[in-house]
């Protein structure tokens, strides 16, 4: 995030640490440097609208691989296709995993109310194994990626 909200760097941190240092309060003591720090986020806020920040200085490079997932109450699945910008050594990556019937009973449906378990969790389970899928067959430096689903809240 301290890209893509300029000045933001090191403010993270300071706000971090209250929640750190004050790990079982109810109600945090903020210092003199945190009321200064929410101070500043105050300000950035306020530019924000005024200091855009161009894409490229969020993704500076084109993706290193392609990809899609999907998951429903069966299971998950997607792929992983190098691009020319990518290692050029990886073949394409497509996987499947059904899902337990210990999850696919939790899931929330019709059927079952009650579940605990919604579609965006499995769908943001596919984006998450995916993801350490290609670390996995894909280790080096880090990568751009560029993933399709079609559930926002996973994507979000």
Not at 80 to 91: A, C, F, S
Request: hydrophobic residues 45%.
């Amino acid at each position: 995030m301290a890209l893509a909200i300029p000045g933001a760097q090191y403010l993270f941190s300071i706000l971090q640490h209250v929640l750190v240092d004050q790990p079982n309060s109810t109600r945090l003591r903020l210092k003199l440097l945190v009321l200064q720090s929410l101070s500043d986020w105050r300000l950035l806020a306020k530019d924000l609208a005024r200091c855009l920040t161009p894409i490229q200085s969020l993704v500076p490079n084109p993706p290193s691989f392609l990809g899609a997932v999907d998951a429903s109450g069966e299971g998950l699945g997607g792929f992983w296709l190098p691009t020319p910008h990518g290692n050029k050594n990886i073949r394409p990556i497509l996987f499947r995993l059904a899902f337990p019937a210990s999850i696919k009973s939790r899931l929330v449906t019709h059927e079952n109310p009650a579940g605990d378990i919604t579609n965006s969790d499995l769908e943001l389970a596919a984006l998450v194994v995916g993801s350490a899928l290609l670390r996995h067959h894909a280790p080096g430096a880090h990568a751009s990626l560029l993933c399709a689903s079609d559930n926002t809240a996973a994507v979000s």
